[in-house]
């Protein structure tokens, strides 16, 4: 079983930036590709960013190429979300996902889920 923790969620203003992590319990950490979803109230579950186990490739939701940053340290078992210029549609709850497939933006594919950090933007 894979245990996952995000962090870093907060109110931020319109413009502003957050970084959001996402530490594992797993010692295959490495072997894992890593999602970033997230959820607004009375939406369906969004696609944000997803990373494979090398870190050498990345995808990315259309709305957030070019404000959104996924990376990972396989040394400390976590992984980021670098969040930049939020807008107030970017208020969500934000979940991590581990996945045994690289680069899936569909939340089929991630078995393993976070319990989600509350991101509020303000316009």
């Known amino acids: 079983h894979v245990q996952l923790v995000e962090s870093g969620g907060g109110l931020v203003q319109a413009g502003g930036s957050l970084r959001l992590s996402c530490a594992s319990s797993?010692?295959?950490?490495?072997?894992?590709?890593m999602g970033w979803f997230r959820q607004a109230p009375g939406k369906e579950r969004e696609f944000v960013a997803s990373?494979?186990?090398?870190?050498?490739?990345?995808y990315y939701g259309h709305s957030m190429k070019g404000r959104f940053t996924i990376s990972r340290d396989n040394a400390q078992n976590t992984v980021y979300l670098q969040m930049n210029i939020l807008k107030p549609e970017d208020t969500a709850v934000y979940y991590c996902?581990?996945?045994?497939?690289?680069?899936?933006?569909?939340?089929?594919?991630?078995?393993?889920w976070g319990q989600g950090t509350q991101v509020t933007v303000s316009s």
């Open positions: 996902a581990a996945s045994y497939v690289g680069g899936s933006r569909y939340d089929r594919d991630y078995p393993y």
């Open positions: 797993a010692r295959t950490f490495s072997s894992y590709a």
């Open positions: 990373i494979i186990s090398c870190g050498c490739s990345t």
